[in-house]
């Protein structure tokens, strides 16, 4: 009698996140794991390893949502990395002017805003699903008083929304005196 | 049948599978509301008024709530998975999904055993998981800016927030450096549809269309502005255009109804989604040779 196998679809995820400790890594997968994120412990490869022979493999793409649940359960890492390519998200941006309008862009995120009135005129480019989300609640708020991407966002998307973001309110609190924004350094 | 699938920013939102239709304010699909921003609801908007405006039937819709955790995303490729087979849709559009590869992975094999090969287009993360997986040949169209441009002719990064310094700097005048990168690495679609100050239509690694007026530059900062344009892309291929025809033909209503819509950054996506009706009436005879006469669509122009 032949039994036909079922193959299981290897998880391909894009990026590791790195330890020093082995049980620091076994933490993270459990409480990642009882977040509903889809993450492997693995061997990470030796041009990555940072002191420990476990990695916990993700889908780079949800590097924000992830880090900020590890933050959260005081789960430590050393840092996460992308299994190819660049090492660190870019960190330089963009910016055009139209008129009273600004925009500034961080990799394939766009946030315009009003030099006067701070206030935010759009966000546009990206594609992760938490990119109409984040829109929806950036739009028409100043931006000393809207929420960060950084905290309501999930995806990569996310993160450079968010760089775009840190990038305007600085240009917009060094156009003139402004009212500080409480908790955030712009330094 | 035209199958769009995608997320919607509402997180309760069901996998709802349904004939889509636009009011001019907002989407209904099996009488759930959806609002008419930035994302799958404008590409969708787009494609239900190219669709009614060529009197053929209007897109069908694979949409569920994600706010970025995902697992609504997760559902989507699993019923994709399971179902294209017996939907069957001549023109499949994949948008804002979580990209997640193996998923990303199944649903081209699926695709690979339907009855009829659809015509495949993909934007936004759609677009990230089908090249970060090395399936963008499988594709027929992508519609990148120029940052997702890089990203594509980048052969290691698997999202556009990793493309490497030098090709995130690549302005437009090295955009065909960016495009013989991205065919040499696989990285494209057969058909790309550029889109920035100037629109540039590819087919296997050749321009052979460029879009450059009228002129509207802040279009750029317009939420869903990029959406609208694969909506139009879609439906025009839906309605039986050359592909390439309907990249060209996407990228003039746009940049005109930007200039109807006299659009400031402060505009908003259905602002512009609002002109594409008259768009189509004062133009589309002359551009495509699609020339609608008291509800009848002609072989040529009259």
Redesign the interface.
Known sequence: MAFKLRRK????G?GLILFARVEDAIKAERALKGA???VKLVAPPPGLRKGCDLAVEI????QM?IERLLTQRGAVYTEVA?????ME??D?VKI?H?GD?I?V?A??M?L?F?KNTGVI?????????????L??EL?DKKLTEAPRPKEL????????LDRAFMESLKIYMKTGVRDQRPGISLR | MMLICG???IKDFPLTLGEVRFDGESLAINDLKIPC?????ALISAACITCEYLKIDPPQALLVG????????RSLYEYLIKNVYTLSPDVLVL?????????M??VCESVERCPKRPIMIA??????AAK??GLATRFDIFTP?L??MA?LA?T??????????HL??TDINHVHTLIENAYQNKGASKLLLIKGSTDYVVKDRRIINTIAEPDI??L???????DTITGMVSAFAWAGLELHEAAIIAAKTNRVAGRYAKA?????VWGIISHLPKVFKDNLCEWSGVCMKTGVRDQGPV
């Open positions: 679809t290897p998880f391909e894009s509903n994120y889809v889908n780079l793409v949800e949502g992308p299994l190819k390519g660049g998200p870019l330089i055009t139209f309008a925009m862009k990799a394939n766009k315009t009003d005129l759009n966000t546009s480019g990206g594609g992760c699903p938490d990119i109409p989300y829109h929806n739009i966002g999930y995806t990569l998307c996310a993160l450079m | 997320t919607v920013p921003t930035q994302g799958t609801a994600d706010i970025g955790e995902g697992k609504g995303s948008h804002y999904i979580l990209p997640v590869m193996g998923l992975r199944k934007d936004a993360s759609s677009m990230y970060a997986a800016d940052s997702e990203f980048d290691e990064a698997t999202h556009p927030a990793y493309i490497s310094r995130f700097n530059p802040e750029g900062a317009i939420g869903g502005t990029g400031t950054p402060a505009t908003k």
